[in-house]
């Protein structure tokens, strides 16, 4: 996707935030992130591409000269006004001159603001207006979930040449997501279209999901967790996606804490045949949070840190996977599946919000001890409790897909499978006791 002009504001005073973010709001067609202090502004800076910074210089936690020099580590290029009654002459900090574009002195703000807009059109801008038009690659399991179309959408036919298939507004449904498949064409283009006007589209298909009152609350957790997915992994992560995002953990964990029967929520879950990846999120989330329960670890936390892992966890992986558990067993997985833990955590590092080791759990996705695991073949020694319910879970959740699809799926079937994987089940002892008491499956 193209990258938005992104603006920060940083400054401890909330009226000079907001008069200036108004005035750029005016001259700018940008996003703005505010900070109240220093510290904040680098935190920013760190996981945004910014390209334009008004920064004050006397802030609580760091100063405007310890933000310039996180500016100057940027990779693309990123502009900095300081915005202060201090005379940047006598600061070292801004010895190196090269990212910096003016400074405003208070409190002749909007008389500096405008000086700085124009240079910073004159000189920056042009580097935004390229990307601007630029066609963004978009997989075609994202416009299908999405199914009405954002703005027009073309095909590459080579370098240069793009021919328009869609038009904005258009619907792109199973049909056409099937000859594409057919045809081996796994992305499609946009044009001249925003990160913002995309999330926009997105937002109000989410929206429309929720308002859907024949939709089952499962089957809409579930067709939201695809398309979030979906975008996560086109888009990378963006701060528009967190509300969704937050919500849909708090959801699920809500919805499986607050079932009584775990039996007819499985069943719900395996009704929904959207994709492989969906339906094995949510039964790992319903098995681990429910045998969390058993187990008596009752922290929010630990649910909280379950139901994010349930959904996360694969977000790398390709909609069209089969089974994880099958492809591991018959040695069917390449250097792609081998790190898809790793660029998973990488992303969700990106998100605050997330609890700290929830990371952890997610690159012990495919662990269980003895060294029979991938990537690392850890020993049980070196698995985190969490972790090691959650992979547990993640097979309890792949032979219930196994023999969901041979028709055979019964509790004690279900227990002779996971008793054949874990041979070595004596540290998974306490784990097998919790699952012996809870029906799962009758026939
Ligand atoms: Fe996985
Ligand atoms: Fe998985």
């Known amino acids: 996707m193209i990258n938005e002009l992104i603006v920060l504001i940083a400054d401890d005073e909330e009226d000079i935030r907001d008069i200036l973010a108004f005035s750029i709001k005016s001259k700018l067609n940008c996003t703005i992130y505010f900070a109240s202090n220093g510290e904040e502004a680098i935190e920013i800076l760190k996981k945004n591409s910014v390209g334009l910074v008004f920064c004050d210089y006397n802030m609580p936690l760091k100063n405007g000269g310890e933000v310039?020099?996180?500016v100057l580590k940027s990779i693309q290029p990123c502009a900095y006004v300081l915005c202060s009654t201090v005379n940047y002459k006598t600061l070292k900090d801004f010895e190196d001159q090269s990212a910096f574009l003016c400074s405003i002195i208070k409190p002749a703000i909007i008389e500096g603001l405008n000086v700085a807009i124009e240079k910073f059109k004159t000189e920056f801008l042009s580097t935004y207006s390229d990307k601007v038009h630029a066609y963004t690659p978009i997989s075609i399991g994202l416009l299908f979930k999405l199914n009405k179309m954002p703005g027009d959408i073309f095909i590459k036919i080579s370098e240069d040449c793009f021919i328009r298939i869609i038009k904005k507004g258009d619907s792109f449904d199973?049909?056409?997501y099937a000859k594409y498949?057919?045809?081996?064409?796994?992305?499609?283009y946009t044009f001249n279209l925003t990160n913002n006007q995309f999330i926009d589209e997105i937002e109000r298909k989410i929206l429309s999901i929720k308002s859907n009152t024949s939709?089952?609350?499962?089957?809409?957790?579930i067709q939201i967790h695809s398309i979030l997915i979906s975008t996560l992994k086109d888009l990378g992560f963006n701060e528009r996606l967190l509300p969704a995002i937050t919500?849909?953990?708090?959801?699920?964990a809500s919805i499986i804490n607050k079932n009584k029967s775990l039996s007819i929520l499985l069943n719900r879950i395996l009704k929904n045949e959207r994709s492989y990846l969906s339906t094995h999120s949510f039964l790992i989330a319903a098995y681990s949070l429910t045998l969390a329960t058993k187990l008596e670890w009752l922290s929010e936390f630990t649910h909280t840190k379950l139901a994010i892992s349930s959904l996360m966890h694969d977000i790398f992986l390709d909609d069209v996977i089969e089974n994880e558990t099958l492809m591991l067993q018959n040695s069917r997985y390449d250097h792609n599946f081998l790190t898809h833990p790793e660029k998973a955590v990488e992303l969700l590092d990106q998100i605050r919000q997330i609890p700290a080791n929830t990371s952890r759990i997610i690159l012990e996705q495919h662990e269980i001890g003895f060294s029979k695991g991938i990537p690392n073949g850890k020993n049980m020694s070196e698995l985190s409790p969490l972790g090691s319910l959650f992979s547990f879970c993640h097979f309890l959740a792949?032979?219930?897909?196994?023999?969901?699809?041979?028709n055979d799926l019964t509790n004690a079937a279900l227990l002779?499978?996971?008793?054949?994987?874990?041979t070595e089940s004596a540290h998974y002892k306490n784990f097998f006791k919790q699952l012996e008491e809870i029906s799962f499956f009758e026939k």
């Open 68 to 70: 310039y020099k996180e």
């Open 215 to 221: 939709n089952h609350y499962i089957d809409a957790q």
């Open 247 to 252: 919500k849909q953990f708090e959801e699920t």
């Open 416 to 422: 002779k499978l996971m008793m054949d994987t874990f």
């Open 174 to 176: 199973e049909i056409e």
């Open 181 to 188: 498949i057919q045809k081996s064409v796994s992305h499609l």
């Open 398 to 406: 792949d032979h219930t897909l196994t023999l969901h699809a041979r």
